[in-house]
T-cell receptor
C-alpha cells in the first residue's frame, strides 16, 4: 500500500530565507510522487512530479524536490521564500491499486512567510 | 485553453437533501476523478470515471455516486446529505495512458458544500 507522511503541519519562515517542507513516503512499487500547492480558497496546483527519471526534480516558482530512495523521502525546498509562497502544501503519492492510479494525499503543511 | 472547471462554486443544503456537482475536464483529457477535502485535511479520493464507467472507488458509501458523459464531463451526486458531508469537493482531470494508468491530474477550483 502507498502512503505519505508530512512531518510538519506548520512551517514558518522569513521572507528571503530557505524553505524546507518534509515528506516521507511508503510504497510497494517504484513510486510516482507529487507536490501540490493550495492557496486560500483556491484549487490545487501542481508544483512538481517525480516519475523515476532524475532524482532532483525542478518545479514551478523556484521549488524543487529530491527523491531519496534510501531515506524514503521527497522533501520540497526553495532557496528563498517569497510572501506569495504562503499556502498549504501537499505531498502526494500515486496509488496503483486497480491500475487506474488515484492520488493519496498527505495531511498538508501550512507555510507561513513573515516579512 | 480552459482548465478544469466546476460548478457551482458554493452550495448550501440541509440534512437529508440531495446535491449534484458538475465538472468539465481540461481539453484533451478523458478521465475524471473526484476528491473530498474536509476542513484542515488533505483531499480524499472518492472515485474515478473513464469511458463513462466508474473505474475505481475510494472508501465512500453508496450515497456518493457519479456519472460521466460522452463529452467527458462528469457529475458527482450525494444523496441523504449528512452534516459530515460539508467539505470542498474537487474534480481532477487527466489523460489515460496506453498502459492503463492515468497521467498527471489537474484540479479544478472546487465546490464548497455546506450542509446545515
Amino acid at each position: 500500500a502507498q502512503s505519505v507522511t508530512q512531518l510538519d503541519s506548520h512551517v514558518s519562515v522569513s521572507e528571503g530565507t530557505p524553505v524546507l517542507l518534509r515528506c516521507n513516503y511508503s510504497s510497494s512499487y517504484s513510486p510516482s510522487l507529487f507536490w501540490y500547492v493550495q492557496h486560500p480558497n483556491k484549487g490545487l496546483q501542481l508544483l512538481l512530479k517525480y516519475t523515476s527519471a532524475a532524482t532532483l526534480v525542478k518545479g514551478i516558482n523556484g521549488f524543487e524536490a529530491e527523491f531519496k530512495k534510501s531515506e524514503t523521502s521527497f522533501h520540497l525546498t526553495k532557496p528563498s521564500a517569497h510572501m506569495s509562497d504562503a499556502a498549504e502544501y501537499f505531498c502526494v503519492v500515486r496509488n496503483y491499486g486497480g491500475s487506474q492510479g488515484n492520488l493519496i494525499f498527505g495531511k498538508g503543511t501550512k507555510l507561513s512567510v513573515k516579512p | 485553453d480552459a482548465g478544469v472547471t466546476q460548478s457551482p462554486t458554493h452550495l448550501i443544503k440541509t440534512r437529508g437533501q440531495q446535491v449534484t456537482l458538475r465538472c468539465s475536464p481540461k481539453s484533451g483529457h478523458d478521465t475524471v476523478s473526484w476528491y473530498q477535502q474536509a476542513l484542515g485535511q488533505g483531499p480524499q479520493f472518492i472515485f474515478q470515471y473513464y469511458e463513462e464507467e466508474e473505474r475505481q472507488r475510494g472508501n465512500f458509501p453508496d450515497r456518493f455516486s457519479g456519472h460521466q458523459f460522452p463529452n467527458y464531463s462528469s457529475e458527482l451526486n450525494v444523496n441523504a446529505l449528512l452534516l459530515g458531508d460539508s467539505a470542498l469537493y474537487l474534480c481532477a482531470s487527466s489523460l489515460r495512458g496506453t498502459s492503463g494508468t492515468t497521467d498527471t491530474q489537474y484540479f479544478g477550483p472546487g465546490t464548497r458544500l455546506t450542509v446545515l
